[in-house]
């Protein structure tokens, strides 16, 4: 029985080893998969560090181009609001000058019908028209555009041209 015994025994240690070198060759092919995962990880963490330093690169530019965009905004801004207080105080030079102009036409009209029906006869005197009509003087201001220069020439010629009126009028008062 001892023969039996040592023939099984090593029939058993033989099934033994075949298992043992099936599984040993598995997991050396696991290993070689693992080993070749390995090399593809480390290449797409390499990958992921430098893309996302290169993100990092562009958001440092995004914010220097955002910030840059933001003063040249602000600027843009604050040369819009000057034109516009600029404009405003044109505008209303203007409307005071048209004011002036208009009344010296209102008052020269009645003139010009008594003077077309009857003899010339004084409207009233100087002061009556100087309470009317006062002088207004309109500070030209700084042009600060070619459109701007060309309002203050207009408003100034029309000042110039609403006291030749004025005066004409007086002279014809008195």
């Known amino acids: 029985m001892s023969l039996l015994v040592t023939l099984l025994a ?3 240690v033989a ?19 693992l080993k070749a995962d390995e090399a593809a ?3 797409t963490i390499g990958d992921l560090v430098m893309a996302s ?5 562009a958001i440092v530019g995004l914010r220097a181009t955002l910030d840059e965009c933001d003063r040249t905004l602000a600027d843009r801004l604050g040369t819009a609001e000057r034109y516009a207080t600029d404009l405003a105080a044109h505008v209303e030079a203007g409307e005071t000058v048209i004011a002036r102009i208009a009344s010296i036409v209102a008052q020269a009209a009645p003139t010009r019908e008594i003077a077309r029906t009857s003899a010339p006869a004084p409207l009233a005197e100087p002061r009556n028209l100087e309470r009317v009509v006062p002088p207004v003087r309109v500070a030209p201001a700084a042009p600060s555009s070619p459109n701007g220069e060309r309002l203050g020439v207009a408003a100034a010629a029309a000042l110039a041209m609403s006291e030749r009126a004025l005066g004409r009028l007086r002279s014809k008062a008195a």
């Open 53 to 57: 330093s290169t993100a990092e690169r």
């Open 15 to 33: 099934v033994l080893l075949v298992a043992s070198i099936v599984s040993s060759m598995r997991l050396s092919g696991r290993i070689t998969k």
């Open 41 to 43: 990880l480390r290449q």
């Open 10 to 12: 090593d029939g058993l």
